[in-house]
């Protein structure tokens, strides 16, 4: 198995093909777009930004990084590889976006469990985010994927020109994703259940929302393929896991100020995770 840069970028000016060449992607238009020296490329135009620097912070990013290696989140990780390698065939390649990928850990994974298979299509990775210091995290850990800052409103990326997109703990734009994906490709998404982080929100917030009713109706272009549900328990020791974990969620930006409080006066947390791994496939 190899791990190969994705080349069906699409400019996001005008939509058209772009190709690399001279350290930058340009279209036939003349739009050029430099390529970093860490390795990444910055596609998010002006017009799509809503603030001046959108997305996670460097302190999110580099909580998330953090937390994320300690091995908290492994197996959604490893169920997630195992889902975008399941039916694959050995020959030829398997393009995958990670829409909303972070500092690249998912990536990271994936690769290492096809690197670890005998029998693994080569796989080319794309990664999209649109926080500028989460791609430049990503880009300097995995040079063999593409990693691109953009929105997933807007996705630079040519139409049909995907087997797999992954959208993990993120925001789902259907329309776009069933654009990129090719006929029966598949949509791999993981969403927080009911119970996940129960914990921690029942210290942070005065009361916890009952859960959502699950909407079994598969979005308009895909299909119901199968689900799953993961739920085990880990325990954070120390004050700072327990920081990163908050910072890497919403929950940061929702609980008052004295849930924050109550958050940063613990030094040890027992923690469910409950989460949702559903598979859709284009029609």
């Given at each position: 198995?190899?791990?190969?840069s994705?080349?069906?970028l699409?400019?996001p000016?005008?939509?058209?093909?772009l190709?690399?060449?001279?350290g930058a992607?340009r279209?036939a238009?003349?739009?050029?777009?430099d390529i970093?020296?860490?390795?990444?490329?910055?596609?998010?135009?002006?017009?799509?930004?809503?603030s001046?620097d959108?997305?996670?912070s460097k302190?999110?990013?580099a909580?998330r990084?953090?937390f994320?290696e300690a091995g908290?989140?492994?197996p959604i990780?490893?169920?997630?590889?195992?889902?975008v390698?399941?039916?694959?065939?050995?020959v030829?390649?398997l393009?995958?976006?990670?829409a909303?990928?972070?500092?690249?850990?998912?990536?990271r994974?994936l690769?290492?469990l096809?690197e670890?298979?005998?029998?693994?299509?080569t796989?080319s990775?794309?990664g999209v985010?649109i926080s500028?210091?989460?791609?430049l995290a990503?880009?300097?850990r995995?040079k063999?994927?593409t990693?691109?800052?953009?929105?997933?409103?807007?996705?630079?990326?040519?139409?049909?020109?995907l087997d797999?997109?992954?959208?993990?703990?993120?925001?789902?734009?259907?329309p776009e994703?069933?654009?990129?994906l090719?006929?029966?490709?598949?949509?791999l998404?993981?969403?927080?259940?009911p119970?996940?982080?129960r914990?921690?929100?029942?210290?942070?917030?005065?009361s916890?929302?009952?859960?959502?009713?699950?909407d079994?109706?598969a979005p308009?272009?895909f299909t119901?393929h199968s689900g799953?549900t993961?739920?085990?328990?880990i325990?954070l020791e120390?004050a700072e896991?327990?920081?990163?974990l908050?910072?890497?969620?919403?929950?940061?930006h929702?609980?008052?100020?004295?849930g924050r409080?109550r958050a940063?006066?613990l030094t040890?947390?027992?923690?469910?995770v409950?989460v949702r791994?559903t598979?859709l496939?284009?029609?």
């Amino acid at each position: 198995m190899s791990t190969t840069s994705f080349e069906a970028l699409a400019c996001p000016l005008d939509g058209d093909p772009l190709q690399r060449r001279d350290g930058a992607w340009r279209c036939a238009a003349g739009h050029s777009f430099d390529i970093a020296r860490q390795g990444y490329v910055h596609l998010l135009p002006v017009q799509n930004k809503r603030s001046r620097d959108p997305g996670d912070s460097k302190a999110m990013v580099a909580a998330r990084r953090r937390f994320l290696e300690a091995g908290h989140y492994r197996p959604i990780a490893e169920a997630v590889s195992r889902a975008v390698l399941e039916g694959a065939s050995a020959v030829g390649t398997l393009s995958c976006l990670d829409a909303g990928c972070g500092e690249g850990f998912y990536l990271r994974e994936l690769a290492e469990l096809a690197e670890s298979q005998d029998e693994a299509p080569t796989l080319s990775l794309l990664g999209v985010d649109i926080s500028k210091w989460a791609v430049l995290a990503a880009a300097k850990r995995e040079k063999a994927a593409t990693w691109v800052v953009g929105t997933n409103a807007h996705l630079p990326v040519q139409s049909e020109s995907l087997d797999r997109v992954l959208c993990l703990f993120g925001f789902p734009v259907y329309p776009e994703f069933a654009r990129v994906l090719k006929p029966g490709g598949e949509l791999l998404m993981v969403e927080a259940g009911p119970d996940h982080l129960r914990e921690l929100r029942e210290i942070i917030y005065p009361s916890v929302k009952p859960p959502r009713e699950d909407d079994e109706a598969a979005p308009e272009g895909f299909t119901r393929h199968s689900g799953e549900t993961l739920r085990y328990a880990i325990a954070l020791e120390g004050a700072e896991p327990i920081a990163d974990l908050l910072a890497m969620t919403p929950h940061l930006h929702r609980a008052s100020a004295e849930g924050r409080e109550r958050a940063a006066a613990l030094t040890s947390l027992a923690l469910t995770v409950d989460v949702r791994l559903t598979r859709l496939v284009r029609k």
